[in-house]
T-cell receptor, first 111, second 118 residues
Framework: QKEVEQNSGPLSVPEGAIASLNCTYS??????FFWYRQYSGKSPELIMF????GDKEDGRFTAQLNKASQYVSLLIRDSQPSDSATYLC???????????FGTGTRLTIIP | GAVVSQHPSWVICKSGTSVKIECRSL??????MFWYRQFPKQSLMLMAT?????????EQGVEKDKFLINHASLTLSTLTVTSAHPEDSSFYIC??????????????FGAGTRLSVL
């Protein structure tokens, strides 16, 4: 069974600090990885996606992928209270349109 | 770009009635849309893949006769929950891909529909 696993949290981080969110996946055929942010009662919104090993930076966000370890992470620098949300990790295979979601990590930024 | 509109955002219905949820791609054509369900404090679970002009592909354990999906045009997919019961109360979310863009692998989500069955 293809699985994406995340620590459910809650993860509490002081404002201005770096928040680190982690995700592992079991399907070695997974090629694309996505981080979505979901506020309570709202639908997910895309934060970042990554395909290649290494780091990918976009503003305060950095996604990291290590295919050998089957590990994906999201770093949020200079955390803001507005970053408080549930972060969902998702994976898909090229040629397979489906996304497999993790259970999400609830992040709270403490002012 | 890549805006997905979902309607209604909230619906309350009586047990035994049917509810239709619409998902529209506003600024692109979506040959494929996806329907998810999310229970409180749980992740998104894919219910079915909606294909324009053909039958939807349902995930294992999802009753196709209960959750009717119609994808009659390139911009509209509908999910009808038939004979709804309280256990169908959930947050239903659709998504779509913009295959014509350079980011065809990305799913854009609608705002979701919260269904409460009394």
């Amino acid at each position: 069974q293809k699985e994406v696993e995340q620590n459910s949290g809650p993860l509490s981080v002081p404002e201005g600090a770096i928040a680190s969110l982690n995700c592992t996946y079991s399907d070695r055929g997974s090629q694309s990885f996505f981080w979505y942010r979901q506020y309570s009662g709202k639908s997910p919104e895309l934060i970042m996606f990554i395909y290649s090993n290494g780091d990918k930076e976009d503003g305060r966000f950095t996604a990291q992928l290590n295919k050998a370890s089957q590990y994906v992470s999201l770093l949020i620098r200079d955390s803001q209270p507005s970053d408080s949300a549930t972060y969902l990790c998702a994976a898909s295979n090229f040629g397979n349109e489906k996304l497999t979601f993790g259970t999400g990590t609830r992040l709270t930024i403490i002012p | 770009g890549a805006v997905v509109s979902q309607h209604p955002s909230w619906v309350i219905c009586k047990s035994g009635t049917s509810v239709k949820i619409e998902c529209r791609s506003l600024d692109f054509q979506a040959t494929t849309m996806f329907w998810y369900r999310q229970f409180p404090k749980q992740s998104l679970m894919l219910m079915a893949t909606s294909n324009e002009g053909s039958k939807a592909t349902y995930e294992q354990g999802v009753e196709k006769d209960k959750f009717l999906i119609n994808h009659a045009s390139l911009t509209l997919s509908t999910l009808t929950v038939t004979s709804a019961h309280p256990e169908d109360s959930s947050f239903y979310i659709c998504s779509a891909r913009d295959w014509a863009s350079g980011a065809a692998h990305i799913q854009y989500f609608g705002a979701g529909t919260r269904l409460s069955v009394l």
